[in-house]
């Protein structure tokens, strides 16, 4: 289907039809190269019909923020996570400072541009269709109402876009100083076509607190376990407190201690199990892999690579109807010990504790230091001090220039011979083993 001149120019309307049509969109980085990195991008390219900037603003307008429209790459970020609860999909775009999609637009917005709706219907109550001559006659019937209302003077000059009239103000001190005034020629078409004075307010608004950013804390509650423990003992805490009292209370006559020996030796004994315990208590060996679906190796595929010793495509993973879990638990045999292993896997270290930290032992990374933003280690370089650090890409890609300083090793994957995956990971596995027996000892069941 060819596109029309109009909507060659208008990037919201080219990824209607590419999105409804299943058409490949390109994008390509600042030397022109193809990029399917989003971050990386600085072109998007719509085949032969047009090419805009990676963040060219589109008419489809925002609700309830600052600014007015949707960037396109706000929109294509959308798209590819459709599929995402709204809390997945909002993580992963703040972790890649992202404009997102709001929840009041995503049903509207998603509608519009997989074809079930022809109109543009935004949050914010403005509703304009595709077609251009639509909206001129619509300006045109609004601008002669409301130069008919202020002939016949009517204090209710404007007309709404749906037969309401409305009244208009052109400013506070106006409306302080003697009521209403009435706006006339061009100024009152564009106020009661442009359709709703509640949205030039809210153009005004400044967003303090969503109900996202008031869930959202930063703030460690691991105190508050052992705030309860102490108190709401357990049982087994009381029994072990009674007899710590026996035990300082001491044995005035040694007839009397002879007859509590077994009742004081069983508590000795409880004390001693339950010290052990704790001291044989361990951390879960933690993997860190990047938030952002873009990346090689995510949420999506790392279990399949780590425990199954097969790559596979995150695409492939979501295609197959696959979902983001927010945390993986894999199982390995060690070589060294012959003991299994269990490692969490994670893309998100927003509640960890001060264990957790030590127990990082590996972390996946894409070559971005924003992805290391609000760790407890401040730069790339000091995070791969403290644990080891794979860059995954495939056998002809070269590393990152930008990782040259931060001492990680490539993890070299094969484009389409899968058999070699089961070598590379095993190479891999082997890294990890030995840097947890030199380094973090403890962890070792």
């Known amino acids: 289907m060819s596109l029309t001149a109009t909507a060659t120019s208008d990037p919201l309307e080219l990824l209607r039809q590419y999105t409804m049509q299943q058409k490949t969109i390109e994008l390509l980085d600042k030397d022109g190269n193809l990029t399917k990195d989003l971050l990386q991008a600085a072109t998007v390219r719509f085949g032969e019909d047009a090419s805009f900037a990676r963040d060219t603003p589109t008419r489809y307008l925002r609700s309830n923020s600052e600014a007015d429209q949707y960037a396109l790459s706000a929109l294509l970020h959308f798209l590819d996570h459709r599929n995402q609860s709204f809390y997945e999909y909002m993580k992963t775009t703040n972790s890649l400072g992202l404009q997102t999609v709001s929840f009041g637009d995503r049903g509207n917005l998603l509608d519009y541009l997989t074809g079930k709706i022809a109109d543009v219907v935004s949050s914010a109550g403005a509703s304009t ?266 056998q002809d890609e070269q590393l990152k220039e930008t990782t040259a300083s931060w001492g990680i090793k490539p993890l070299n994957i094969e484009r389409s011979r899968r058999h070699m995956d089961r070598a590379t990971i095993t190479g891999l596995w082997s890294s990890i083993e030995q840097y947890i027996a030199h380094r973090k000892p403890d962890l070792l069941p």
């Open 129 to 394: 269709t595709a077609s251009a001559g639509a909206g001129a006659s619509a300006g045109a019937a609004a601008s002669g109402d409301a130069v008919a209302g202020e002939k016949h003077g009517d204090d209710d000059a404007g007309v709404a876009s749906d037969g309401r009239r409305v009244r208009l103000r052109t400013s506070a001190a106006d409306s302080m100083g003697g009521g209403d005034r009435l706006v006339s020629g061009a100024q009152g078409a564009s106020t009661a076509a442009g359709g709703d004075p509640a949205r030039d307010i809210m153009r005004r608004e400044r967003v303090l607190v969503t109900t996202s950013s008031a869930l959202s804390s930063n703030n460690s509650f691991a105190s508050a376990a052992g705030l309860i423990k102490e108190l709401f003992p357990t049982k087994g805490d009381a029994k072990g407190a009674g007899a710590r009292s026996a035990d300082t209370a001491g044995a005035p006559t040694s007839a009397s201690a002879a007859a509590s020996g077994g009742a004081s030796g069983n508590g000795v004994t409880a004390r001693l199990a339950h010290r052990k315990t704790a001291r044989g208590k361990r951390q879960t060996p933690i993997i860190v892999v990047p938030a952002a679906t873009t990346a090689m190796l995510n949420m999506y595929n790392i279990k399949p690579l780590l425990q199954d010793f097969q790559f596979v495509e995150w695409r492939v993973v979501m295609e197959k109807g696959g979902s983001k879990p927010r945390e993986a638990t894999v199982e390995r045999k060690l070589q060294s010990t012959g003991h299994n292993q269990r490692f969490r896997v994670v893309d998100s270290v927003q509640d960890f504790t001060d264990a957790d930290w030590n127990s990082v032992v590996c972390v996946f990374t894409q070559g971005a230091a924003w992805q290391f933003k609000n760790w407890l280690w401040k730069s790339p370089e000091e995070v791969f001090r403290n644990c080891l650090g794979f860059y995954p890409k495939y």
